[in-house]
């Protein structure tokens, strides 16, 4: 199918989702500063309505992750023949693995669902940019009106270090991670007017948070929406 044939069949796609726009939350910010962690309290029935955004990724699972829950985890090859077909909203290689939104997650938030993903900070950064590409303008526009995007810091290098050893049981390397992320941050640190720092043991404060962040840019969402 050429370009436009793609591009006709997608608009389709759009318009038979429903008119109820939901909420998107995008939590970025170096390795090891707790985004999955708050993403996963967050979507506890006692925070709100809150789901997660499920991202594909081609590294390995953790004892601790579900698959299709946490990620859908796919093989190198398996995600190189999905971005072949135009699945992927927008993709990034990080820590030596790829990362990518489908379609098919992103356009939940059409169907009124609130939705909370972690994504690396060049990704974060740039998805409007690959919203617009992808979408109409129009679809575009109303997924980016509902859409913040909020940087987790950690509190120290030291916390992150600790918090990266306990993750990976000593498999990768925080060095070059902390070089990606440095990298990504002079090309992409002022993309983020909306900060929180993430210190250990006060996750509660880190969440409460960007609820008011949340509240903030969105004044009109349900009460029942955030806690």
Do not use: C
Request: glycine share 8%; aromatic share 8%; proline share 4%.
């Amino acid at each position: 199918m050429d370009e436009r044939g793609a591009k006709i069949r997608q608009m389709r796609h759009v318009e038979t989702l429903g008119a109820t726009l939901g909420l998107l939350i995008i939590l970025t910010g170096p390795t090891a500063a707790g985004k999955t962690e708050i993403r996963e309290r967050m979507t506890r029935a006692e925070y709100g309505k809150f789901k997660p955004l499920v991202t594909t990724t081609s590294r390995k699972r953790r004892e601790s992750e579900r698959q299709g829950l946490d990620y859908h985890f796919v093989t190198p090859i398996a995600f190189i023949e999905q971005l072949d077909t135009g699945v992927f909203v927008e993709h990034k290689e990080y820590g030596g693995n790829l990362y990518g939104t489908t379609r098919e997650e992103l356009e939940r938030i059409l169907n009124g669902e609130a939705l909370i993903s972690t994504m690396e900070i060049s990704g974060a950064a740039t998805f409007p940019i690959h919203v617009r590409r992808v979408y109409d303008a129009d679809t575009a526009e109303r997924i980016l009106s509902k859409t913040i995007v909020i940087f987790v810091d950690p509190e120290s290098i030291e916390a992150q270090r600790e918090r990266y050893k306990k993750r990976e049981k000593g498999l990768g390397s925080f060095e070059v991670r902390t070089v990606q992320d440095r990298d990504m941050m002079e090309s992409y640190g002022d993309s983020f007017p909306h900060r929180i720092i993430n210190r250990d043991g006060e996750i509660n404060q880190a969440i409460k948070r960007i609820e008011d962040l949340v509240k903030e840019q969105f004044p009109d969402l349900p009460k029942d929406l955030i806690s």
